[in-house]
């Protein structure tokens, strides 16, 4: 009786673009749960569709209710009914008719209500008592691309991840360090630079890309150095939001420069070795696995390449991607599949394949703290955020907390 659903709530709220998004509480009868929904700005064209048409006013309006019905009696603890019940109301093959943000915020916090109504915190009821690994952060540093302004770097996101921290703490204030590091760095090469960020906090700089990966490393062995910590540079390339599907070419156009698949493998293949990249993401257009094929079988275990776009957290992309041998790694975005329930099994299927998970946040996010709890509960050694921002910092301040909880914590494996 703990776990029976009793209320469903939904209410429009802000995320961190100012737009509106859905936020959603389950009460149970011992207890409750929140999760709001975010939203991306570099989406794949195969994500399940965020709202219906009339967005989230329609959702509170028109559906509130009847979703309600629908699951109030139900056991929270059920979740893999409760997600097919959702499906079926939605009744569509992407989730076009309540929309996949509805239906995953609600996932998410039935999930949370379960704990909650036997007084656990998410992270242990999903991976257990004996979890003790944390994530490390993949911290947003610099932005380009679709995240930024026409004179920013093409490449949309230039990261860093802390692989010499012993622990969560120093891990999130390394990857700060590296973002007040590069602020004094893009001021030598930028004379206009304001100050200005991106939609994940990372500086929006008015530098070519090469410039832009110089100082990324500089300020990645510059800090580490101070810190004692190993910190490595790594990249969201976000290349089908560079392909023309025209000229089939990859457009770089603050360099001036088109690349063909064979240039784009060998372009970021250099920079890999040159800059001792540990992991890029989405390096091909979204439907190009045999280059990312291509690209993962070249570097090998060097770097993590990192299916986004190419997956969209989908299963059955996963498994396609596994068969071409097509990457190593994968973003796991609950709102790109519509429920916790489909998102956990694609991260069961990465595992036994030994593909990386890396949950993340999207560039529209909320102060909702779901994906640390997820991250530690998956097994995730990685976890995508910004290194600053107070939706961000939800996110790592809340690792921090959970860090203090766990029984003689350790950083994640990557094996």
């Known amino acids: 009786m703990d776990s029976i659903i009793e209320d469903v709530q939904v209410r429009k709220i802000l995320d961190s673009r100012g737009n509106p998004t859905i936020e959603v509480d389950v009460l149970t009868w011992n207890g409750s749960g929140r999760a709001a929904a975010p939203s991306g700005a570099s989406t794949g064209s195969r994500e399940v569709v965020s709202f219906p048409d009339g967005g989230v006013d329609r959702v509170v309006s028109e559906m509130e209710d009847f979703i309600a019905s629908e699951l109030i009696g139900m056991d929270a603890q059920d979740i893999s009914t409760i997600d097919e019940v959702l499906k079926e109301i939605d009744g569509?093959?992407?989730?076009?008719?309540?929309?996949?943000n509805t239906t995953v915020a609600i996932s998410m916090a039935v999930v949370k209500a379960a704990a909650s109504s036997y007084n656990m915190p998410l992270y242990k009821y999903i991976g257990g008592n004996l979890?003790?690994?944390?994530?490390?952060?993949?911290?947003?540093?610099?932005?380009?691309?679709?995240?930024?302004?026409?004179?920013?770097?093409?490449?949309?996101?230039?990261?860093?991840?802390?692989?010499?921290?012993?622990?969560?703490?120093?891990?999130?204030?390394?990857?700060?360090?590296?973002?007040?590091?590069l602020k004094e760095l893009i001021q030598t090469k930028d004379s206009n630079f304001t100050g200005g960020k991106g939609d994940e906090g990372g500086w929006i700089p008015n530098i070519t890309n090469d410039n832009a990966l110089e100082i990324q490393a500089q300020a990645c062995e510059e800090v580490g150095d101070e810190l004692g910590i190993e910190i490595r540079p790594s990249l969201d390339m976000a290349a089908s939001e560079l392909w023309d599907a025209d000229k089939q070419k990859y457009v770089y156009a603050q360099d001036g420069i088109e690349r063909d698949t064979g240039d784009q493998i060998d372009f970021v293949k250099d920079i890999i070795e040159t800059y001792k990249m540990f992991y890029v993401e989405d390096p091909f257009d979204e439907s190009d696995f045999d280059g990312f094929s291509q690209l993962t079988a070249k570097v090998g275990n060097k770097c993590l390449i990192c299916g986004d776009d190419l997956f969209v957290t989908n299963k059955d992309l996963l498994a396609k991607g596994i068969e071409m041998n097509a990457a190593n790694s994968i973003i796991i975005k609950p709102n790109q599949i519509g429920s916790l329930s489909e998102t956990y099994a694609t991260v069961k299927l990465a595992k036994e394949n030994n593909i990386v998970p890396v949950v993340s946040h999207r560039s529209g996010e909320t102060t909702d703290e779901t994906i640390a709890h997820l991250a530690i509960g998956f097994g995730s050694p990685m976890i995508k955020t910004g290194a600053i921002g107070g939706e961000r910092i939800a996110k790592l301040n809340e690792l921090i907390r959970i860090e203090e909880e766990l029984p003689n914590p350790k950083m994640g494996s990557f094996n």
């Open 131 to 181: 979890i003790n690994e944390l994530p490390f952060p993949l911290g947003n540093m610099m932005n380009g691309g679709a995240h930024a302004g026409i004179n920013a770097p093409d490449i949309q996101e230039f990261l860093v991840v802390p692989v010499g921290a012993t622990n969560v703490g120093d891990a999130v204030f390394a990857n700060a360090s590296v973002h007040k590091k």
């Open 92 to 100: 569509t093959d992407n989730l076009s008719a309540i929309g996949g």
